[in-house]
């Protein structure tokens, strides 16, 4: 095993280059959720006919819809080049300031010589960034929104990985004239927050007595649970769990897609 994908919030996925036309993503992932390894996702259903089919799934370097490339860029900080015999090289492992502030050697020369404005300058802050522009930002590795012409399926459970596609379709997001972004919730320099009632005071900044009020039924629930009930957790398989980014009204029993 040379690559380890994923930061153990959830799950563990190993990978291994195999030669120059092929990588090896293993069958067995570790899953946080039993402390033990199940099958990867995606492989739980594969019925291995030869010993190399029971070690993983084989996947192209680079090719441009399923290549391995895309999973070393959105796992790994900088460029990622490609070797002479088409070894994939992540320039840093792991997902470390630069992945979102860019490169920051000028930046901190300039910071170093005193000069705090043109340093200010001379680095990348996504939170100048409008909401929208956000959510592309992010999803550059979470998934951006379709853009027009394209369809997502709302009813297969894996697409709730990604949050920016769902985020973007919720009344929320779209009537908050830009001031709800992945930001409002998610502050990129802590781990993330698995508290919902830290997110319910999220909500509530917004959705007070006096603006966007909340429903009586919400009121009347004690204690509140803006998060369990508007943005359902779902299980695509066992030991995962993607929270719902459609914020919305959901009906009893249906998580995939709000009633409205």
Known sequence: ????????????????????DWYLEHYLTYYSAIGSFAPTPGQDAV????????????????????GMLKCFECHS???????????????EPGVRCEACHGAGGSHRAAALSGNTERARTLIQNP???????????CG??????????VTTDWNVPWNLRHEPVYLSQSACFRRSGG???CLTCHDPHTPLQKDDAAYDQRCRTCHTAESHPPKPVCIAKQPSDCVQCHMPAVSPQAYLRF?????????????LKPSR
């Open 179 to 181: 001031k709800l972004s």
């Open 127 to 137: 939170k100048r960034m409008s909401a929208a522009e956000l959510n592309q930002f």
């Open 243 to 255: 929270t719902n980014h459609w914020i919305g009204v959901y009906s009893e029993g249906a998580k």
């Open 140 to 149: 550059h590795c979470h998934r951006q929104p379709a853009p027009l012409g």
């Open 1 to 20: 095993m040379e690559w380890a994908f994923g930061a153990g919030q959830q799950a563990v996925t190993f990978v291994t280059r195999i030669n120059e």
């Open 77 to 91: 900080t900088g460029p990622v080049s490609v070797g002479p015999e088409r070894e994939i090289r992540p320039r």
């Open 47 to 66: 019925s291995a006919t030869s010993l190399q089919q029971a070690m993983g799934m084989l996947y192209k370097p680079l090719d441009p819809g399923t």
